[in-house]
């Protein structure tokens, strides 16, 4: 495949071909039907953008160039390009792709002992026929990024289910304005039960997409898609917006019913994107509803910078009058080390605890310490995910404040949930 190129074909800094340059004879090549078929790869090297901030520039090029030597002393014979920034493409007439992404991935290793560099690999075999040579490098490119931030994974082949993957993500993306516009996304309500006399003492809002294309997507699916897209705030504040107008439909509608709290939840990386704080409150006073109804909902994670900001907004969301809840209680790793830096107000215990009870000797000494300390502390303890009677006993027993889970009730629509206040209001 090797041709002669002009300067203006190739990348300066790499002497490779430009990407302009790669798409062209790589679609000649698909083109010609007595051709060999190729495999196309994609690299990417994965931590140089801190390797160009700790050396430099200078340093960083020379990087390039040796990641680019490389490429062309493999794939003798082959295309081989710099697409972009760190990201390189080959297209091979070689059988054993993965053997030589691995070694690539080895020599570049030890480039720089102090700051191992990770060289990714995406491969794509096109079909016969497919000579779009954008499409085939995105699926290259995708089946890269399938292992971002994975440690033991160098290169992956591509494969449809990937891509399905994609186009699903990108819908919830495209979606989600319309789908809050026109009520796609709705606020389901499970009750908390109070463990001593099994009256309900608050809820959980919950949230719901029923989309028309790919039916109910639960939160578990569309909330991390759109917490990658920095979008997780809009929803957060829709679903308390959507919570206050319900509170004051059922102020309206049942006058002599006293609110019961809920709670919502927040992502953590909503704090870095927005003054929560104050987001919350404008709703909040919108509707005019106290601030002894809403409680906010944060999960805890590892011991950081980032750590240390989020309790300091806890803080504030406490100092101006909120309940928080510490979500998952006991599934990170930092639990019993961030209770030593930050105050909450109640402690909900991972469903994990509840759901090991019957067949681990030690789930019930673990969550029976774990209330006594709550209450030390002055925290109360909700546990969530309970679903037998046996479990409701053994927490009765332990002294645990509420609870929440299937037993009593799953989570339901607003037309359940305004019956259920009705019915406990007497109508
Ligand atoms: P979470 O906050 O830990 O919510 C509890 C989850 O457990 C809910 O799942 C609930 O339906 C489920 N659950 C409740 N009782 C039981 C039980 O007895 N057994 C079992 N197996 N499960 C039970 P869901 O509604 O699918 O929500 C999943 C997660 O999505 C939530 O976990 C929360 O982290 C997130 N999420 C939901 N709504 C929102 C939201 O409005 N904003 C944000 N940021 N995250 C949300
Ligand atoms: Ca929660
Ligand atoms: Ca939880």
């Known amino acids: 495949m090797a041709e002669q190129y002009g300067e203006r074909d190739l990348c300066q800094v790499t002497g490779l071909l430009n990407m302009m340059q790669f798409m062209r004879l790589a679609s000649v090549h698909l083109q010609d039907p007595l051709a060999e078929p190729l495999t196309f790869l994609y690299f990417d ?62 020599r570049v290793r030890v480039y720089d002992m102090g700051l191992p560099m990770e060289v990714k690999a995406g491969i794509y075999h096109p079909p016969q026929g497919l000579t779009d040579v954008a499409l085939i490098m995105d699926r290259a490119k995708i089946a890269c990024n399938s292992i971002k931030n994975t440690y033991d994974l160098t290169w992956a082949e591509f494969d449809p289910a990937m891509e ?69 705030p809009q929803l957060d504040l829709y679903i308390i917006e959507r919570v206050c107008q319900d509170m004051v439909q059922i102020r309206h509608d049942i006058p002599d019913w006293e609110l019961l709290r809920v709670s919502v939840n927040l992502s953590r990386a909503d704090f870095r994107l927005m ?46 009058g909120y309940e928080v809840w510490m979500d998952d209680f006991g599934s990170g790793y ?5 209770l030593k830096n930050v105050t909450v107000d109640i402690l909900k215990i991972d469903m994990g605890f509840v759901q090991n009870l019957e067949d681990s000797e030690r789930a019930p000494t673990i969550l029976r310490r774990v209330v006594e300390m709550a209450h030390d502390l002055k925290m109360s303890v909700v546990v969530e995910g309970v679903e037998t009677k046996a479990q409701i006993d053994f927490l009765s027993s332990i002294d645990c404040d509420k609870i929440q889970g299937y037993y009593f009730a799953k989570p339901m629509a607003r037309e359940d949930f305004t019956a259920l206040i009705e019915k406990e209001a007497g109508r």
């Open 334 to 338: 930092s639990s019993l080390n961030m």
């Open 45 to 106: 090297i994965e931590n140089f953008k801190s390797f160009n901030q700790r050396y430099g520039f200078q340093q960083g090029n020379r990087l390039l160039r040796y990641v680019a030597d490389l490429l062309r002393e493999i794939f003798e014979g082959d295309l081989v390009a710099r697409l972009n920034d760190d990201h390189f493409a080959v297209a091979t007439q070689s059988g054993n792709a993965g053997d030589c992404i691995q070694f690539i991935h080895e």
């Open 164 to 232: 399905e993957e994609i186009n699903f993500r990108s819908h919830i993306i495209r979606s989600f304005q319309e789908a809050m516009i026109e009520g796609y996304i709705e606020v389901y309500y499970q009750p908390e039960i109070r463990a001593m006399t099994r009256e309900i003492c608050g809820f959980e809002a919950l949230a719901r997409w029923r989309d028309p294309v790919h039916g109910m997507i639960s939160p578990g699916v569309f909330v991390p898609v759109l917490e990658d897209a920095h979008l997780s």
């Open 275 to 320: 003054d929560m704080v104050q987001a919350v409150e404008d709703v909040r006073l919108r509707y005019d509803i106290a601030r002894s109804l809403l409680n906010v909902e944060v999960t805890e994670g590892a011991q950081s910078d980032d750590e240390k900001f989020l309790q300091g907004e806890i803080a504030r969301f406490r100092a101006a």
